[in-house]
Nanobody, 126 residues
């Protein structure tokens, strides 16, 4: 079983940038498709971005497309989320998640991911 730990959250002004990282332990990260989800207070957890095992395929929510970039370094067992031009509506707890088998619409559903980190808070002030 893989353990996931996120870092890199914090407080930033609108228009600023943050880089989130998710480090895996226990199993080799290359075995897993990886995703980032977020949850704002009073809202459901929502999909942000995902990346295939090799990094060859990436998926983004429309709300973050062209602002966020997901990447991975399997040699370092790390998945990153570069967030640029942040907006107050990006404020949420961001979670890293992994799963062995994803295809089609499963990439976008939190219920399809078996492994989760504890989350890191991102706050964007206006």
């Amino acid at each position: 079983q893989v353990q996931l730990v996120e870092s890199g959250g914090g407080l930033v002004q609108a228009g600023g940038s943050l880089r989130l990282s998710c480090v895996a332990s226990g199993r080799t990260l290359s075995n897993y498709n990886m995703g980032w989800f977020r949850q704002a207070p009073g809202k459901e957890r929502e999909f942000v971005a995902a990346i295939s095992r090799s990094g060859g395929n990436t998926y983004y929510a429309d709300s973050v497309k062209d602002r966020f970039t997901i990447s991975r370094d399997n040699a370092k067992n790390t998945v990153n989320l570069q967030m640029n031009n942040l907006k107050p509506e990006d404020t949420a707890i961001y979670y890293c998640a992994g799963d062995n088998f994803l295809y089609g619409t499963r990439w976008y559903r939190s219920s399809e991911y078996d492994y989760w980190g504890q989350g890191t808070q991102v706050t964007v002030s206006s």
